[in-house]
């Protein structure tokens, strides 16, 4: 059978994260008039003294504050505003605003970083030194217990709000000043949670409602939503990998991780390269005239003036044998890297691989998707895959439109918020099989339970009967620890001869749960150790012992719950 590189084709794709998503799904909408968001009391994430705040907006307004520590003009820790042409902060002790002549366009996503050192402000935009903000403008001292404001510089009903108009997303408030190569290489991709110096983090992944979770402090931080509205995220986000090289000669660089490389065949001048992969297909509009986009793309960034030609080899995965053959099929798009808009058909492949595509000639950098025009069978066409929170668990739903010698679907998954498992520690938890050949809609479901606390990402591997694969664009979810110390009553009540007992913790300490007759007298321990916060379940045999009443007994933390439970064989 002919193999497509994925089954994620049509671009009919939809991608719908429930309560939680990923962060790369949602941003804020503020109206520039009466819309902000805020944390009305201390709020200890956003307390710093000095560090790096850092941020993804696109501006519709000429003028407004971004993000504020204050409660009114007299009683400020900091206040950040953008205008036309100029990025800076409110001074408290001078009362002036001090900035740089410097903005991201109207209408454009940008990404800007301050960083204060306690001597003075570096500006970055889009991961360029702009400038210092003068006259030794830095992060007030003190006022730790000012309330924290986005979109506005106060959440009062003064005249003088300044309220900001457009879209923010990915709001990141560091304890520590972070390089400028650091800058570069994360603006485009999420960090992961317990990254070391992240105080405060606003993925913006609620995507309804009207609270703004702080992602680092989940769940005490929550700010409120004052009119600001949910929109689907378009910014040049997602999760991924980057990797930054030196370039100054002619010759061949890997950029690891970033599933690229590039043989430079002509070079001037010596420039800083940022390579970024981000998984999944682009946001926004995507490249036009191909049959399928493959589910990853790329922003590629050249700091320096140098000049260059060079050859592109990009990563994939199950690249066809009609395209390995005819690599002319295979094409390359660009676009701006702060781009959601159109893309440029730029180049055709000069030679492929079932796990590479080479493109000759590349002269400039930008966001760089890769598409096929070949006519290759598509083995399943993916319509939609989508991920919510149930309980302690994660229920998985996707549907296809087409499927054709589909064996099934083995369901992959990843921990996110531990920074040593963000590359590769994919695991199967489970199999749900295919339809064979079909042009009906088929729909398709699995369920992953009793998770700890954290953030998980998941994805399909569908696989044909002849043996080749394909993975689907990831989904993530988060899993928040429980609020309450509880029991479950097990079930099946009545129950013959085994039965699932699920509890849960809001915090970690010595667990016991054990299992006594109506006498009192204990017959199993089924649980005596340390556990984490979170939702879990044992499975009891009573096989070996009488019919009968049964009492489940819960013990952590000085606290107790019984529950009884019947055998009848």
Known sequence: MKRKQSFLFTIVFVLVLLSPSAHAQYALSFNGTSNYAYYDAPFAATDIDHGTIEFWVKRTTSWGTILAKATDWSNTKYHIGMGDNNTGMFNQPTGAFYSVAYAPNQNEWGHVALVENDTDIKVYINGEYVGILPNGCVINAGYDNNYFIIGAASNSSRGDQ???GGILDEIRIWNSVRTQTEIREAMNIEVPVGSTGLAGYFRMSDGSGTSLTDDKNTPNNTLTINGATWVTSTA??????????????????TFTGADVAMNFTAKSGSDDIV????????????????????PKYWVVRKYGSGTFTTNITFTVSGVSAEDQATPSNLKLFSRTSTSEGSWTEVASASSATATSITFNGITAFSQFAVGTVGNSLLPVELASFTAERSGAGVRLQWSTVTETNNY????ERKTLDNEQLTMNNWWKVGFVEGNGTTNAPRTYSFSDNYLLSGRYSYRLKQID????????KTVEVTIVPPKEFSLHQNYPNPF???????????????????????????????????KEAGIYSVRYDASHISNGVYFAR???????????MLLMK
Do not use: W
């Not at 040049?236 to 660089?253: H, I, R």
């Open 408 to 411: 099934g679907f083995e369901v």
């Open 496 to 530: 013959n001869p085994s039965t699932e007992i699920c509890y849960q913790l809001p915090i970690t300490g010595h667990v016991s749960l054990r299992v006594f007759d109506a006498v009192g007298r204990e017959v199993a321990v089924l649980v005596n150790e340390m």
């Open 554 to 564: 819960l013990q952590s933390g000085g606290k107790q719950i019984m529950k009884k």
């Open 275 to 294: 390579s970024t992969i981000i998984n999944g297909l682009p946001n926004g509009t995507q490249p036009s005239g191909v049959t399928t986009v493959f």
């Open 465 to 472: 009967r002849d043996g080749q694969s394909a993975y689907s």
């Open 236 to 253: 040049p986000l997602g999760t991924g990998t980057s990797n930054t090289q030196t370039v100054s000669a002619t010759g061949a660089v």
């Open 162 to 164: 300044e309220y900001f």
